[in-house]
């Protein structure tokens, strides 16, 4: 397992002033069984913001199989990493919402606030070098059009298929939040898919909204969704192959942190 800081076996530390608070919590979780290690219940502690944006009072998980339930609950900082590490969850909404999320059908639902950063899905079954070289392109020529710096975008091998990429939503000037979201969003990537054709755009509907797989748990495939650094995903960086034997194991490495202004900095 990779650690963040460099020092094997020390892990991540905790938001400040919590950790022995969490650390006794977590410790009991399951009767004194969680279900993910302490390295990486404190690695998804400390970013889960890069997840869902801390000013949202709601999110949606839920565990891997296809037909689960999914479970609404109030948010506030670790309740991510307690979900994963109590009870399994390997999905979050894409967005956070103001008020507890109504479903689909019900018209009330479009009134209510939804929070979140730009969550970016590439998908190339069969051909895993395809999703790579779109990555590339969106991170080191498109975003850069839009002032978006290379070095800011949170970026993962989502495990299977292809990878993930974030772009925080103080980048958009979308950190207050918007009861359109979805579509803000939605319209974002219509516009890279024209050059990115790997980019599912499945990801940005009404209602619940859709699951965004978590990091450093370890999916049926037998991998880990992990994350990477972008001099990794740089032509002449890391091969398909050094990448599929990283996500073997947890990688905790430091994320980029949210830019200054936004709320729940890593």
């Known amino acids: 397992m990779e650690e963040q800081n460099g020092s094997a076996g020390n892990g991540v530390a905790a938001p400040a002033g919590a950790a022995k608070t969490w650390l006794k919590k977590f410790q009991a979780l399951n ?19 890069h997840f869902i944006p801390y000013s949202s009072n709601w999110f949606i998980w839920k565990v891997e199989k296809q037909k689960a339930r999914w479970n609404i609950e109030k948010y506030a900082p670790s309740h991510i990493a307690v979900a994963a590490a109590s009870q399994g969850a390997m999905f979050f909404s894409i967005h956070g919402f103001d008020e507890k999320p109504l479903p689909t059908k019900n018209k009330a639902n479009k009134e209510i606030v939804r929070r979140g950063h730009l969550h970016l899905d590439f998908d190339s079954k069969g051909n895993i070098e395809l999703a790579l070289n779109d ?4 991170v080191f020529n498109i975003l850069p059009s839009y002032e978006i710096d290379p070095p800011t975008v949170p970026i993962y091998f989502s495990g299977s298929k292809g990878f993930h990429a974030t772009v925080f939503d103080i980048s958009l000037g979308l950190e207050k939040g918007r009861t359109l979201l979805s ?10 898919k024209r050059e990115i054709p790997t980019l599912d755009l499945s990801l940005y509907k009404w209602g619940y909204g859709q699951m965004y797989r978590l990091p450093n748990i370890k999916r049926s495939t037998g991998l880990h969704k992990i994350p990477l650094r972008t001099s990794e995903i740089a032509t002449g960086g890391l091969t398909v192959n050094d990448i599929l034997e990283l996500a073997k194991s947890p990688r905790l490495i430091a994320l980029p942190p949210i830019p200054k202004g936004g709320r729940g900095n890593g």
């Open 31 to 49: 009767n004194g069984s969680p279900l993910i290690c302490q390295d990486v219940f404190e690695w998804l502690w400390r970013y889960e913001s």
């Open 135 to 138: 990555l590339r392109m969106l």
């Open 183 to 192: 579509h803000i969003h939605g319209e974002i990537v219509r516009k890279f």
